[in-house]
C-alpha cells in the first residue's frame, strides 16, 4: 500500500485525537506487572476489565478502521482482517510491529504512538467482533484447497482455521493479504521470517497456493 506523506500526518493527528480521548475516558488504574502478554491474561479473566478495554480498543478502533475496516472486517484485499482474530496472537503482532521485530513502517509507527493500555484494549476489542466471511466465486477450487489445508494447515490453525493464542485465525481472511502473506514466507522475502511457516510453504506450487486461499478466505 502506498500512503502519502499527508496522508500519514493527517492520520497521525486522528490518532492522537481518538487516542487521546480513549485514555482519558476508559483509564483502568495501576496496571499489574508482567510482560504484555500476561497482562492480557489478566483482564480476559476479568469481565469488567475486558469491557473496559474493549471500550477504550473500540475507541482507537475508529482510527484502524482507515485501513482495516469497521470492527476489522477489512474492505481492501491486501490489508488483514482483524475481527474475530486471536487476542494473543494480536497482541504479539503489535508488540513485534512495535519492537521492529515485524516490518511494516506505517503500522510500525502507529503502535509505536499507542499506550500500552491501547495496545492492549484492541486486542480485546478486535478478538469480540466476528468475521464476516467473503463469497466462493469458484467452488472447485476451494474444494481443493480443502483438501490441502486438510493435509498441512489444520494442524496449527485448526480444523476451522480459528487459531490459537500462538497461530493465527485464517478463516475468512483477506485474499490479496493471504496470497502474499503466504508467498513471503514461503520465499523468506521480507522480515517475517518464521521457520514454521517456510516449512510448511516450501511444497506448495502457485496453484496450490491459489486454491489454498480460495478455501481460507471462505472459511467461517
Ligand atoms: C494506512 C493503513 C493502516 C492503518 C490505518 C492501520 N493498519 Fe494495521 N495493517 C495495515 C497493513 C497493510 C497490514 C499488513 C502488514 C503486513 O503485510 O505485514 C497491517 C497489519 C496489522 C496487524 C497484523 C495482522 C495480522 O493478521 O497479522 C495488526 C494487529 C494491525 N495491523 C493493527 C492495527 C491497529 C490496531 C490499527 C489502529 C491503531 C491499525 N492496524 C491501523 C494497514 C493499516
Ligand atoms: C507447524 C505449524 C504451522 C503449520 C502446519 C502452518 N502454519 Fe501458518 N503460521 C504458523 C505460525 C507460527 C504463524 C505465525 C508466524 C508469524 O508470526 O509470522 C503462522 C502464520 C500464518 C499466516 C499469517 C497470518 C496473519 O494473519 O498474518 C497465514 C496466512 C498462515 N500461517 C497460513 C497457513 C497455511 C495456508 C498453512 C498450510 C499450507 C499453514 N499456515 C501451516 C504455524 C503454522
Redesign the pocket.
Same mark, same amino acid.
Given at each position: 500500500m502506498n500512503i502519502t506523506p499527508s496522508l500519514h500526518a493527517a492520520l497521525g493527528m486522528v490518532l492522537a485525537l481518538v487516542c487521546g480521548t480513549a485514555v482519558a475516558q476508559a483509564s483502568p488504574g495501576t496496571p499489574p506487572a508482567g510482560t504484555l502478554e500476561e497482562r492480557l491474561n489478566v483482564i480476559l479473566q476479568d469481565p469488567q476489565q475486558v469491557e473496559t478495554y474493549a471500550r477504550m480498543g473500540q475507541k482507537v478502533s475508529l482510527f484502524c478502521a482507515n485501513c482495516h475496516g469497521d470492527g476489522g472486517n477489512s474492505v481492501k484485499s491486501d490489508v488483514?482482517n482483524l475481527a474475530g482474530?486471536n487476542p494473543t496472537y494480536l497482541l504479539?503482532?503489535v508488540r513485534?510491529f512495535a519492537d521492529g521485530s515485524?516490518r511494516y513502517e506505517f503500522m510500525e509507527r502507529l503502535i509505536k504512538a499507542m499506550s500500552v493500555d491501547e495496545r492492549l484494549g484492541v486486542a480485546v476489542y478486535y478478538a469480540r467482533q466476528s468475521v464476516k466471511p467473503q463469497p466462493v466465486h469458484d467452488a472447485a477450487l476451494v474444494a481443493e484447497g480443502k483438501k490441502?489445508?486438510d493435509k498441512?494447515?489444520w @494442524?496449527?490453525?485448526g480444523e476451522q482455521g480459528r487459531g490459537s493464542e500462538?497461530? /493465527?485465525r485464517?478463516a475468512g481472511?483477506q485474499t490479496d493479504y493471504?496470497t502474499q502473506?503466504?508467498k513471503n514466507?514461503r520465499g523468506s522475502v521480507g522480515t @517475517?521470517v518464521?521457520p514454521?511457516?517456510t /516449512?510448511?510453504?516450501r511444497q506448495?506450487t502457485d496453484a496450490d497456493l491459489r486454491a489454498?486461499v480460495a478455501y481460507?478466505s471462505s472459511m467461517r
Open positions: 488483514p482474530q504479539t503482532q513485534q515485524r490441502y489445508y498441512v494447515c @494442524r496449527c490453525h500462538s497461530f /493465527a485464517v481472511q493471504l502473506t503466504l514466507y @517475517r518464521n514454521l511457516m /516449512a510448511n510453504t506448495m489454498v481460507v
